[in-house]
């Protein structure tokens, strides 16, 4: 509804006509100079509208418009004061004094708080400012409006119209708040346009959560396109929420509204996409065969990809195979299913895909002899050598790699080909094939890096082979003509090996300290050496020499070596009696290794002794830890601290353990009433009053002596 219409309706609705007669329980004899001057202009007024002759209609509206004024100025109180500010506006209005009317009008708006006149007022001056594109007045009197009218339909537009202005205006909070306010009425026929409004408005605040809410709403419209539009903004504003399972159904059902191709083929597009990623292959065949959508060329082929791999998947060759074969039409380059072929293959094996060894193999099967010669099928032939050798499947890589010709792919394939076949060889402990291919590779290739490692390989084979002697003199010579420190560092760990197998000690650790010696040792071979001298010294009973090396180990390696060290150390620094190493290397332990189980005994004495010492808060963690040990007795005086530990430090569960393991033990009356008495202050810090009571009732019982029965009576 237009303005103009609107003012129409609060008019012909709200206002009294000035033509009223007056009050009828007014004395028509008193005196009312204000009345009476109100009258005067009321009158003029009316002679004014009722008026045929342009001239005298203006004259009247002049002296109505003096009069009124007059009355302002005299009677600024009366109560008819809001009724003359808004007649004298009128009259301004109707000679063309627009400025002097709207003065008039924000009189009545803002100076009375209700009232028809402070609405007529309001809506007078939203018109103006409305049409003269004043956004921010026209929503404050749009306001006004809304707050002070009694008429549904009115307040419904005012509302909505104030949400125009702040939109207008750019105006974010106040787009929201208006918005709000126009769907707080259900019933408005702006509510579905205003809640629409807010979504894209939290939308595109980055508020994803609230503008999926109202989407949600949304999506059951009658209006077809605000129904679609809604369906496709709740997957989007799911998907910004990270919720997969809702963005998959609200894409769903975004594809059953009424889109355009374009939107549609996208939105399929993503869909399969999704479920794509979430290896869900017949849900991305059930979405593909919602339509065949218009897309761009490359998303088309992605769609066909995805749809093949799906159908693959699930092991159903003939749909695959059609696919590849609209594949072959779309992409650049390619006019064949053969080509398709080998493009996804490529593919899958980027992605390391599960089946592209399967697929492989298939391929070949399918276009190797017809394509004897044609590079594309000995490169697949070299990734699926590859492939096997990498799941470890040596007899089917060597397979492969005799088949491939190497002249047909890129040169520097051959030394990867060759090393590995002799390492297949190796894998498979063929002796004979092994060395023979170690020759050739050595032969071809003298001066690559992998030359020295296949010679390493090979002293590995000949010291399997039980040729020890032989093996530890390729170590040897190895070891001497390399300068490369990985190399060295593995040939010193195999003589190490074979070393500690034939218990040489003496060269077992001549080795582990030129281990610590080389230059690019990482730090879990230096820890591994070092726990091998400390070990040593262990061996040779040196303790105190074997210690630095233990720490050392552990420190540079704790996820291997905490578990064996740190039980050693506690141990040692238990027999020391140092409570302060004690208590760090425990610490250490269970920092470096949790699992680490050490001794209960030792726990309970370093917790025992700390609390004996007067530090509870220190002690009572290793003691509570070593008690959990139940397969060793534990004596009283132990349970005694542990439960006056726990009061101390308010663990009254723990205490009530401590107190019930005593009274188990204790035959003596005394402790035992003590024990009780232990009791009953756990169950009272556990609020178990009852229980409290009984307790120091049981241990009165027994009638114990001195400052116990003076504490227990208390």
Not at 259 to 282: C, I
Not at 380 to 409: F, H, P, T
Not at 512 to 521: A, D, G, K, N, V
Not at 665 to 694: M, T, V
């Amino acid at each position: 509804m237009k303005i103009r219409a609107l003012l129409a309706i609060l008019i012909g609705l709200s206002l009294p006509s000035l033509g009223q007669a007056p009050d009828q329980k007014e004395d028509a004899l008193s005196v009312n100079p204000a009345r009476d001057l109100f009258d005067l202009a009321t009158l003029n007024y009316n002679d004014a509208k009722k008026g045929k002759d342009p001239k005298k209609v203006e004259r009247d509206y002049r002296i109505a418009a003096k009069k009124f004024d007059q009355f302002l100025r005299t009677f600024p109180r009366d109560k008819k004061a809001i009724e003359a500010w808004y007649f004298l506006g009128m009259s301004y209005r109707e000679i063309g004094e627009q400025k002097a009317s709207r003065a008039c009008f924000q009189s009545a708006a803002t100076n009375w708080k209700a009232g028809k006149f402070v609405e007529a007022s309001a809506l007078f001056l939203a018109s103006d400012d409305y049409k003269a594109e004043k956004w921010g007045d026209a929503a404050k009197w749009f306001q006004i409006v809304s707050d002070t009218t009694e008429n549904k339909e009115i307040k419904q537009q005012s509302l909505y119209r104030r949400f125009l202005c702040f939109y207008k205006l750019e105006d974010k909070a106040g787009m929201l708040l208006s918005l709000k306010a126009v769907i707080a009425d259900e019933n408005s026929p702006y509510s579905e346009t205003a809640r629409l409004a807010l979504a894209r408005l939290y939308r595109d605040s980055q508020s994803a959560k609230q503008a999926h809410e109202l989407f949600v709403i949304l999506s059951k419209s009658k209006d077809p396109k605000i129904r679609a539009e809604a369906s496709f903004q709740a997957a989007l504003t799911a998907q910004t929420l990270g919720d997969k399972k809702l963005t998959k159904i609200w894409f769903r059902n975004s594809l059953s509204e009424e889109q355009s191709k374009g939107v549609k083929g996208k939105t399929q597009l993503v869909l399969m996409s999704l479920h794509y990623k979430d290896r869900q292959w017949q849900d991305v065949i059930d979405v593909f065969r919602i339509g065949n959508f218009e897309l761009e060329k490359q998303s088309e082929l992605q769609r066909l990809i995805m749809v093949a791999k799906s159908y693959d998947a699930l092991g159903k060759e003939e749909e695959v195979r059609k696919l590849y074969e609209q594949i072959a039409t779309l992409s650049p380059g390619s006019t064949s299913s053969f080509e398709a072929a080998y493009h996804l293959l490529i593919r899958d094996h980027k992605k390391s895909a599960n089946n592209f060894l399967k697929n492989a193999e298939s391929f070949l099967r399918d276009y190797a002899t017809k394509r004897a010669k044609d590079p594309k099928v000995h490169s697949i032939r070299l990734l699926l050598g590859e492939g096997y050798y990498a799941a470890k499947d040596y007899e089917k890589a060597i397979s492969q790699y005799r088949l491939l010709d190497l002249s047909l792919v890129d040169d520097s394939n051959a030394l990867g080909v060759r090393y590995h076949v002799a390492k297949s060889q190796l894998f498979l402990k063929n002796e004979k094939g092994a060395l023979a291919a170690i020759a050739a590779f050595i032969a071809e290739f003298p001066k690559a890096k992998q030359s020295t490692q296949l010679r390493l390989d090979r002293a590995e084979l000949l010291n399997e082979a039980g040729r020890e002697g032989e093996a530890v003199g390729d170590y040897k010579t190895i070891l001497q003509n390399t300068t490369d420190q990985k190399i060295k560092k593995s040939l010193m760990l195999r003589l190490a090996s074979i070393y500690q197998e034939q218990e040489r000690w003496e060269e077992f650790v001549a080795i582990q300290e030129q281990i610590l010696q080389l230059t690019e040792s990482d730090q879990k071979t230096q820890a591994s050496a070092n726990f091998w001298l400390g070990w040593n010294q262990l061996r040779l009973k040196n303790r105190v020499k074997a210690e630095p090396f233990l720490r050392k180990a552990r420190a540079l390696d704790s996820k291997t070596f905490a578990s064996k060290v740190s039980p050693i150390l506690v141990r040692n620094a238990f027999k020391a009696e140092n409570l302060d190493l004690l208590e760090d290397e425990i610490n250490l332990a269970r920092q470096d290794s949790p699992d680490t189980k050490l001794p209960a005994a030792i726990l309970q004495w370093l917790g025992a002794t700390l609390i004996k010492n007067g530090e509870e808060e220190r002690g009572w963690p290793f003691l509570h830890e070593g008690l959990a040990d139940k397969s060793t007795p534990i004596k009283h005086l132990v349970w005694k601290l542990y439960t006056k530990a726990s009061l101390d430090l308010n663990k009254y569960a723990e205490a009530l353990r401590g107190a019930k393991a005593i009274l188990e033990l204790e035959k003596n009356a005394y402790r035992k009433a003590e024990a009780l008495y232990f009791k009953s202050q756990a169950h009272n810090g556990l609020k178990q009053f009852d229980e409290a009571r009984q307790a120091a009732s049981d241990a009165l019982d027994l009638r114990p002596a001195g400052a116990l029965d003076i504490r227990l009576r208390m």
